[in-house]
């Protein structure tokens, strides 16, 4: 599916510094484009994750109330855009703490096409490194804008601002505290 998505498209996820996926606005919202960024964030190539849903990356982990927020985002489609920490976990079993942004990708005709994702680890980030992301994801969205323009796809929604990066960072650090903690006996 990736070779019917604009080359300008294809090219950008290529040359992203951000990690970044793309999935279908349709069905089990399969994944139909990733960037070098997601392979070296994930240890997941393209041909591991194509085709399949992200939540591959959430293995067993409960993930209650970003799931909750990835459901609303994805059942109701006047909500444009989501920002949630949630536990995923690298092709080789380590966990993190994933920064996931999700936003829908229209056609001119309004139809939602894709959704766009860009992830990042804030597991053992410090808030500085949180605001540099920040910067570079606001950057990459700004530069998306155009080059889907150019395609007829409109980015919905837009970026806002993380209140208080420390209290995302801390937040991630109790997720994964939880995590790295062995079950009460």
């Known amino acids: ?42 240890g997941y190539e393209p041909e591991d994750v194509v085709g399949r849903n992200c939540r591959l990356l959430q293995r067993d982990a409960a993930n209650v109330e970003p799931r909750a927020r990835l459901r609303e985002f994805l059942t109701r489609p006047s909500q444009p855009n989501v920002r949630t920490p949630i536990v995923n976990f690298r092709k080789d079993g380590t966990p993190f703490v994933n920064l996931l942004y999700m936003s829908r990708l229209r056609s001119i005709d309004g139809k939602a096409s894709y959704i766009f994702a860009s992830q990042f680890d804030v597991s053992r980030s410090q808030p500085e490194m949180l605001a540099e992301y920040d910067e570079q994801l606001t950057a990459t ?8 323009s150019d395609a007829g796809i409109v980015v919905e929604g837009t970026l806002l601002t993380i209140a208080n990066s420390a209290a995302i960072v801390a937040q991630a650090k109790m997720m994964l505290a939880g995590l790295e903690s062995p079950p009460d006996a």
């Open 141 to 148: 969205l700004g530069r998306l804008v155009p080059i889907a």
């Open 1 to 42: 599916m990736s070779s019917e998505l604009p080359k300008a498209l294809r090219e950008y996820f290529e040359q992203s510094r951000v990690a970044l996926a793309l999935a279908s606005a349709e069905g089990d919202n399969h994944l139909v484009l990733v960037s070098p960024a997601f392979s070296r964030l994930t």
